[in-house]
């Protein structure tokens, strides 16, 4: 058994997500609004490393009326426990958990930034030899209480829980930019697929205007 997960994003019309400077603020304030409803709908809600180390989120459900319990269990998947200890993602707010990959074990718990992660209260989940291995986390996840779970990203991430059919649903908003950039950050980046017949089939469910933006809801049809 696993989370039923909703992949969440927004992205420009050329399918960025974030500019080769790492800027990725590209919801407009209705868009934003759509997104904590949708992280206070879920139990828990996953990030990479690298969204962490870019953009220092919170996670938390903070651009609508909510309560500190309404905020879900942040989840970051980071192998070597990249993890900032001051990174906000660790603050009171809301639950965290760190799920690293085993070879890092030993070393992580012996340092200086284990104790202090620990100290806030972090929890750590280790699976998978040098990189994490995202079809245990998932069941761990749902172990722990987790029955919906939001990913928000980043490219790396979203590639391999798309690969892995972990990926039930997905929201994404596209905005009215083009930013360019053969390197930037796209919806999915990863090492793709070599064929259109190996790509992840989607049925689109829904679709709409938010403001500037416009929304499109899909289901993943997996298998
Ligand atoms: N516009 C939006 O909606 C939106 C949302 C989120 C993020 N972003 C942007 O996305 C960018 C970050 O994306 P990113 O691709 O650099 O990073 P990412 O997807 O957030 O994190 C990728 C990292 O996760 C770790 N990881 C551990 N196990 C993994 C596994 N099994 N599969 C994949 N990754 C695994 C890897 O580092 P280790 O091997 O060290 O663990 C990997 O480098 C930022 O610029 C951010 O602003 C935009």
């Given at each position: 058994m696993r989370?039923?997960?909703?992949?969440?994003?927004?992205?420009?019309?050329?399918?960025?997500?974030?500019?080769?400077?790492?800027?990725?603020?590209?919801?407009?304030?209705?868009?934003?609004?759509?997104?904590?409803?949708?992280?206070?709908?879920?139990?828990?809600i996953m990030v990479g490393i690298g969204t962490v180390l870019a953009d220092d989120p919170r996670l938390t459900v903070h651009k609508i009326d909510a309560k500190p319990s309404d905020n879900p269990v942040r989840i970051v998947v980071d192998s070597k426990c990249r993890t900032p200890a001051d990174a906000r993602i660790t603050n009171g707010d809301a639950k965290t958990i760190i799920a690293m990959a085993n070879e890092y074990k030993d070393e992580f718990k012996a340092s200086d930034k284990y104790e202090i992660l620990k100290s806030k209260g972090v929890k750590f989940f280790f699976s998978g030899d040098v990189q994490v291995d995202l079809k245990m986390l998932m069941i761990y996840l749902h172990e722990v209480g987790i029955d919906k779970l939001m990913l928000e990203g980043g490219s790396t991430l979203n590639f391999s829980m798309i690969?892995?059919?972990?990926?039930d649903e997905i929201s994404i908003c596209v905005a009215p930019m083009v930013v360019g950039?053969?390197?930037?950050?796209?919806?999915?980046?990863?090492?793709?697929?070599?064929?259109?017949?190996e790509s992840v089939k989607l049925k689109?469910?829904?679709?709409?205007r938010l403001d500037k933006d416009f929304i499109l809801n899909y289901k993943v049809l997996n298998g």
């Open positions: 989370p039923y997960v909703i992949l969440n994003a927004a992205m420009t019309l050329d399918g960025k997500i974030a500019t080769l400077s790492g800027s990725s603020n590209i919801s407009g304030a209705k868009d934003l609004e759509r997104v904590h409803e949708l992280r206070k709908d879920c139990d828990g690969k892995a059919g972990l990926i950039g053969v390197n930037a950050k796209t919806f999915f980046d990863g090492e793709g697929f070599n064929t259109m017949d689109l469910i829904d679709y709409y």
